[in-house]
């Protein structure tokens, strides 16, 4: 079952981002992929308020490198939330295995221990095909839904 439009958001449930800082780290693999959910990321922020200076953006060699980028960002930038951005594809071995787990587990461990919330746009599929439906395609755009989520996240963290 495929899954719903990720692009779809109503502005009255979502906070004002225009006190808010945000960092988001890009992987450089499969960029075709990760520049359209950066895109998508920049532009739902800068929709809901977010000042585009207010917006900072940093490049890692790939998903597994997003774990240190995004520490790096949270302990240098004072941002509110991190959004990570890497796209994983099934090659022919395990690789895809190990790389999904360590970033996965890593953001989650960021998020535990920093408050700052860290959002998971890691798209992680078995074929190309299904991360151009989720970057923009037929199924939407995975960083549109993530910039959202971390607009909610850091506002959530100003309680
Ligand atoms: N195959 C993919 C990778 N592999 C590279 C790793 O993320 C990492 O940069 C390398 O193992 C060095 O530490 N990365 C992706 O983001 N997407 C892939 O499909
Ligand atoms: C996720 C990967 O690292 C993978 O795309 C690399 O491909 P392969 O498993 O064929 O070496």
Redesign the pocket.
Known sequence: MATTNLSAYDKATIPNASSLRFGIVVSEWNPEITQNMRKGAVETLLDCGAKEENIITWDVPGSFELVYGCKKMIETQNVDAVIAVGN??????K??DF?CDGVTQGIVDLNIKYDTPVIFCVLTDNTKQQSIDRSGGKLGNKGVECAVAAIKMAALRQI
Do not use: A, K, R, S
């Open positions: 994983v594809i099934q090659g022919e071995t690789h895809f790389v």
